[in-house]
């Protein structure tokens, strides 16, 4: 089976993107403990998705592979998540008794978040359906390779254990665990700099 190639996704696939992420993260741990009703799920989180990562469209950050069944939104050096409206989202579509929590367990995230520049992988999946095909290695050793090339280190945090043996592998480093009240955890992982 030949790899699949990877290219810079244009922005009139950012709608398409939302939701190859909202299929590929329809399983996973923490979104789901976030939104375990499949309706509020399937409503939400292809915005928060967007939220999330959306700005790296905007610098040319966001990766898909041919098949378009899997894609990869880094957000480069200075560039956040928009905060306000994920905030926005969670409170529209998450009952106020849990918001402490979830506060506590985003807090969590933010300690761990290196300060220094660096890249950040904000989401990265792929279609059920297309799994098992490599998809995001490729799209992992695609973006590392650009970001080599700065010479500098990159980040993500792991929301499913299942990920980070692929993580690792591509060489990122377990820093720690963020878990909160009824949490699941999530696994923050760097990557240092190489040339």
């Known amino acids: 089976m ?4 990877i290219a810079t ?6 709608a398409a993107i939302q939701h190859t992420m909202t299929l590929g993260f329809s399983n996973d741990p923490i979104t789901r403990w976030l939104w375990p009703d499949s309706h509020v799920y399937l409503t939400h989180f292809p915005r ?22 899997a894609a ?3 957000l480069p050096p200075g560039e956040q998540s928009d905060g306000d409206t994920m905030e926005e989202i969670l409170g529209a579509s998450i009952d106020e008794e ?3 929590e979830i506060g506590a367990f ?9 300060h220094e520049d ?3 992988l904000a989401i990265i999946a792929a279609d059920p359906a297309q799994t098992g095909r490599g998809l995001g290695a490729a799209l992992m050793k695609h ?22 043996s692929l993580y690792e592998r591509h060489g990122f480093e377990v820093m720690g665990e963020i878990q909160v009240g009824s949490s699941p955890v999530m696994t923050p992982m760097y990557r240092p700099a190489r040339r």
């Not at 030949?2 to 190639?5: L, T």
């Not at 928060?48 to 069944?69: L, Q």
């Not at 985003?106 to 290196?114: K, N």
């Open 143 to 164: 973006a590392l390779a650009k970001v080599d090339e700065t010479g500098l280190p990159a980040y993500l945090e792991s929301s499913n254990p299942r990920n980070i």
């Open 106 to 114: 985003f807090a969590g995230m933010d300690e761990y978040h290196p």
């Open 118 to 120: 660096h890249y950040y």
């Open 72 to 74: 990869a939104m880094w």
């Open 98 to 100: 849990r918001m402490e």
């Open 2 to 5: 030949q790899p699949p190639h």
């Open 48 to 69: 928060f998705s967007g939220a999330f990562g959306g700005a790296c469209f905007e610098h040319g950050t966001v990766y898909e592979t041919d098949c378009k069944g």
């Open 9 to 14: 996704a244009s922005d009139d696939r950012r």
